[in-house]
């Protein structure tokens, strides 16, 4: 009977995070086409302090202001279903992504009806539908590896951080696995995306330098950094939600069962 609560309430558990976490990451991709200026939303002046021969200034994909939520589902799931959850989770959402820009570049190849260009605000509604959705291979490449990589990243450190640290410092394997894994995302998804790419496809006028790479790599990196750090307290208010959902006594088992197949 107890078996059976058990598995019945952590699946439910697992369906609502993973559902979660493969929206946010979708929501992610779609948004990145958008890059902002950090300190013109907040209305401050740019800092523009020369870094790697370059103005650095907060200029970041708006995919920013959901990936630290990811990360941060990929560890809470980490926390009670293992590697294996956090792997299928995302093999499973890298896929749905693939599959949702194929879909999106199929609907742009449609021939637009009059209905759709005399019905909308814009001058040219398909060009402006073409240039949100219609982003280039090497952005999707880039975005997907620097997922799965991160993802892996995430997963190891994770792991290893809490057999030093046992039940105790949630906050340290969650925000530490987190710093690293996106330290390494914000750096190779540009430069697949804006350095590899265009030198392959022989777009050498579209590829930055390296400069631009880090440049922008370190500012989407220092914002991850700061949000991850002010986001340590959902982290202690989601475990607590789950904790109480489940029992301790439920959820200390469900966490063991999680190391038991890491160590196996």
Known sequence: MIHSIIKDRSTKLFLLLGGFFITNALLAEFIGVKIFSLEDTLGISRANIPIFGQAFSFHLSAGVVLWPVVFIMTDIINEYYGPKGVRFL??????????????VSITIQLSPSDFFRLGSDVPDANAAFRGVFGQGLWIIIGSLTAFLIGQILDVV???????????????????????????????????????????????????????????TGTGNYIYKFVVALLMTPVIYLVHGWIERYFGKSLAAEIKNSAMSKVNE
């Open 157 to 215: 450190i994770f792991h290893r951080i809490k057999k030093v640290t046992g039940e105790k410092q949630i906050w340290l394997r969650s925000t530490g696995s987190t710093l690293v894994s996106q330290l390494i995302d914000s750096f190779v998804v540009l430069f697949i995306a804006f350095y590899v790419g265009p030198r392959l496809q022989g777009a050498v006028d579209k590829q930055w330098t390296f400069s631009q790479v880090m440049v």
């Open 90 to 103: 995302s093999f499973l959402t890298a896929g749905l992504i693939a599959f949702a820009f194929l879909m």
